[in-house]
């Protein structure tokens, strides 16, 4: 029987199964930091190290026996298990094959010793092992049991510690184990294969010496025992814990025996299952739970650096990183991974810059004896220790004498106040910077990012533009600060958007070039006053001047990036359908003919017009055309490192292809691309839809990043976190800090709308139309006005005003409104028509629809029980 069945969906076990919660509780409950769990572990634990499973030797060994025994004169049956237990019952026990099988195969103990050590060379210890170590460092652990011939524990803790086991291998060592000895202890059941007495043959197994049974009642009187990767297949072990369950003194923390779905149950460990103090707990494998464990338990990732090459820790961390067994299918194991990734390639670097150094030592005006302080810094970073860190560059820098040696460790000491959120500090390296030298803008740079307020950056910036009067770089910087302010507050802003326009005219100016970001500030201020403007003149006039930009470009270039961009976004703003096929051809035309670097960039392209197009195409022809980009154009090995095409690739297998699972994989993978800093509100808006099991994982991952993000993005992403939480008060508190620091007007207002509706709050939402009146008469806040009128109607407000709701439905170019406004107007025909319509196109929109509040519940709940093709 397997355990799913006996475990779940009422099994007979059912009332017996505990999580992975429950016990990672019941170890972290220790007194005086003693660990109250001895581990057992099986088989099952060096799989993911690359040795084959019992099962697998199993079937080789009949194989290999059958061909003995009948000279190879007659085919093999299709049931070898049949053959034995008929043709060899003499030997062959059906309830303990392996050592039987083993016994046979193998006549005299050295052979099985060699046998074993072919089985075991050269094998790599898994991540879980990494786990398992660094708990037992941490104290949650100290001994552990083991069935195991291979040697993979041991080393585990040479390749990740500095401690050293009690290895207790040989019947003569077992006599030296103090069970209050704080060096962790191996106590090997089968022996080890160093020795001949391998204790695996049938007899053998059978009668385990008297002083390793002695030693399992000594350890398990004072502690409770894990068990994990085994079977249960060894009855003089099996017969111990029998014993110990039924005495009171012994196993006063239980046995939780872990186990796999698939995992088939023996009949001894399923009677031993029902003891009262034995638990199951299902697991997905070894290295899962160790690192469900560690996450829960240590709050950190793991500690250790190849340094060396041909080391064999480099050899692990490689094993690790190669994944062959796809751990990172698990949330932790994947981060994990990938933090050892970016660590692996950051000492790669550092190596290669430390060897390069002999011979630029001159050129860089950088002593050896700087350069190895840096990486001592950087090692301190490396392990958290910000503080320590700072305080250590301070000191070096203190001791510095030329300004090239200064300004590395400034850049290191700014560096680090920007991880600590230490404005003070930052602005006070990036001043020292300066001093060094006035008339380098990079430095300037810094020292603008040290400054909180969006106003004193755009204020500094323009103080300085008499030192630095024919750089364009500074222009565009201004503009950016400018653009940000006007669209934070567009009526109280100290720059208009007129100035910010002809901030990038001057850029221009100096640099007509399309490389020129100017070209990109200038187009994104003329498409701020068109979405701000009613008035059709100006509107006219304003994308005829976007046209006239566009034809500047391409007589350029017209097929620059810049180029490429401005038509993509001048496309996807429309529902011209022929334009979004001409644009394709195109894009398609100029990826075929660029470098593989420079099609990603192609790609992000393509699939903003490819999601525009299924957008507004006749709904029949939505798959067929996502299908040709997601699954005929772009390859997964082309989007690793992209976390937006991940996004987009999980979201066309959920709303197109309905597979929860696929779209949780390219989620998962999207979660850790290198560029995920910029795009973690798509994982935050994906698990509150569809996968909010991953939601504390995403959290995770944006704490991970916060010092990458800009302050307003953070605080927007946490707003965000606390709506799908319904912790609707911080998330108002949220919004509210990243509108104070630089999140637009528009999304501020949107965004707390939202949240006010989701906590039932009408009145306040009135309150803010009233309270941002000025700024409300300067922008137009579609979304806003679809909560407000809402509200209104709760509130059976004589603000309620069905013109606007009438209006608001007449726009052709955006349905989601138009379901909105027919919702609020209670025209229910009109509203289900186009959720029907949306959701044919895409199922991403049932999950969100579900999600607003202007849409009364019943409009959707038919599509309720339309169930996805693959669940997650």
């Not at 301190?380 to 503080?387: A, E, T, V």
């Not at 533009?465 to 669209?487: C, G, K, Q, T, Y």
């Not at 005003?801 to 919702?823: G, P, Q, R, V």
Request: glycine share 2%; net charge neutral.
């Amino acid at each position: 029987m397997k355990a799913s069945e006996l475990l779940l969906n009422e099994g007979e076990l059912s009332h017996k199964l505990r999580t992975i919660s429950d016990l990672i509780e019941h170890v972290r409950t220790q007194e005086e930091s003693t660990s109250n769990y001895s581990l057992l572990l099986g088989a099952g634990c060096s799989v993911t190290s690359g040795i084959r499973t019992a099962g697998q030797l199993i079937d080789g060994w009949m194989v290999d026996l059958y061909k003995r025994f009948e000279n190879n004169n007659k085919d093999k049956p299709k049931n070898l298990t049949n053959y034995f237990e008929k043709e060899h019952a003499s030997w062959y026990n059906p309830l303990n094959v392996y050592s039987s099988l083993f016994e046979k195969k193998y006549d005299l103990p050295p052979q099985r010793r060699r046998f074993v050590e072919n089985e075991v060379a050269g094998k790599i210890p898994s991540i879980g092992y990494a786990y398992l170590i660094s708990l037992v460092e941490n104290n949650f652990f100290n001994s552990i049991f083991t069935t195991n011939f291979d040697d993979l524990i041991n080393e585990g803790f040479y390749q990740f510690s500095n401690l050293r086991p009690i290895i207790c291998a040989h019947d003569s060592s077992i006599h030296s184990v103090s069970i209050t000895s704080k060096r962790p202890k191996i106590i090997k059941l089968h022996g080890d294969y160093l020795f001949d007495d391998i204790k695996s043959t049938l007899r053998e197994t059978e009668s385990l010496e008297s002083n390793t049974k002695d030693k399992m009642l000594e350890f398990c009187k004072e502690y409770g025992l894990i068990v994990v990767g085994y079977s249960g297949s060894d009855r003089s072990i099996m017969d111990v814990l029998e014993y110990l369950t039924k005495k009171d003194n012994y196993l006063k923390n239980g046995i939780y025996w872990c186990l796999r779905k698939d995992d088939h149950i023996s009949h001894a460990v399923r009677n031993l299952l029902w003891k009262e103090k034995v638990f199951p707990v299902l697991i997905d494998g070894f290295d899962e739970l160790f690192a469900e464990c560690h996450k829960e338990l240590i709050h950190r990732n793991l500690e250790f650096t190849a340094t060396l090459k041909d080391s064999k820790l480099q050899q692990c961390v490689r094993h690790i990183l190669a994944d062959k067994n796809n751990l990172k299918s698990n949330q932790v194991i994947a981060n994990e991974i990938n933090a050892i990734s970016n660590e692996s390639k950051r000492q790669e670097i550092s190596s290669f810059f430390t060897d390069l150094t002999k011979d630029i030592e001159g050129e860089m005006n950088l002593s050896l004896t700087d350069l190895k302080n840096l990486l001592q810094v950087d090692k301190l970073i490396q392990n958290q220790d910000l503080k320590g860190a700072e305080q250590l560059c301070e000191d070096f820098l203190n001791y510095a004498l030329s300004d090239e040696t200064k300004t590395r460790y400034l850049l290191k000491l700014i560096y680090i106040s920007d991880k600590l959120n230490d404005k003070n500090k930052s602005s006070r390296w990036c001043n020292q910077l300066v001093d060094i030298d006035q008339y380098n803008l990079g430095y300037h740079f810094k020292k603008t990012n040290s400054l909180d307020e969006q106003s004193a950056k755009f204020e500094y910036l323009k103080s300085i533009i008499h030192l630095f009067p024919n750089r364009f770089e500074l222009l565009n910087m201004i503009s950016h600060h400018a653009m940000s302010m006007v669209e934070n507050n567009p009526a109280n802003s100290k720059v208009t958007i007129d100035e910010v326009i002809e901030f990038t005219f001057t850029s221009l100016k100096l640099e007509p070039s399309h490389t020129n970001n100017a070209w990109q500030y200038k187009v994104n201020a003329l498409y701020f006053k068109l979405q701000n403007t009613n008035d059709i003149d100006k509107i006219k006039e304003l994308q005829a001047n976007i046209d006239e930009l566009s034809k500047t470009l391409s007589m350029q270039n017209e097929e620059s990036h810049r180029i490429l961009a401005f038509e993509t976004k001048k496309v996807t703003d429309s529902t011209d359908l022929p334009a979004h096929e001409k644009l394709i051809y195109k894009l398609e035309q100029v990826y075929s003919r660029s470098s593989k670097q420079r099609r990603l960039s192609i790609n992000n392209y393509l699939c903003d017009v490819y999601n525009n197009y299924g957008e507004i195409c006749p709904v029949n022809d939505t798959k067929k055309h996502l299908k040709r980009y997601f699954e005929g154009h772009i390859e997964d090995k082309e989007i690793e490192n992209s976390s937006k095409l991940l996004f987009n690739k999980s979201e066309y297998f959920i709303g197109i292809k309905r597979d929860l699972k696929a779209g949780k994989d390219y989620f998962n993978q999207a979660l850790l691309a290198p560029d995920i800093s910029d795009k973690i509100d798509r994982a935050i808006w994906l698990s509150t839809l569809v996968y909010p099991d991953m939601l504390d994982s995403v959290k995770e991952s944006l704490e991970n990043i916060k010092t990458e993000c800009s302050k307003w993005y953070y605080h927007n992403c946490m707003a965000d976190i606390h709506i799908a939480e319904g912790d609707y008060i911080n998330a108002l508190r949220e919004n509210k800090r990243a509108y104070d620091n630089g999140l637009s007007f528009k999304a501020y207002l949107s965004g707390t709308s939202f949240i006010l509706l989701k906590d039932k709050k009408y009145e306040e939402v009135l309150s803010l139309a009233t309270k941002h009146r000025s700024e409300l008469e300067k922008t137009i806040t579609t979304t806003f006005d679809i909560n407000f009128q809402y509200a209104a109607k709760k509130l059976n407000s004589n603000k309620f005003n069905n013109a606007t709701l009438l209006n608001l439905s007449a726009k052709k170019e955006d349905t989601d409104i138009k379901i909105a406004a027919f919702s609020i107007l209670n025209n229910e025909n009109a509203a289900k028509r186009l959720i029907k319509q949306q959701i044919d196109r895409t199922w991403l929109n049932y999950y969100k629809y579900n999600h607003w509040v202007v849409i009364p519940k019943e409009y959707i709940n038919k599509f309720e029980s339309i169930d996805t093709k693959k669940t997650a």
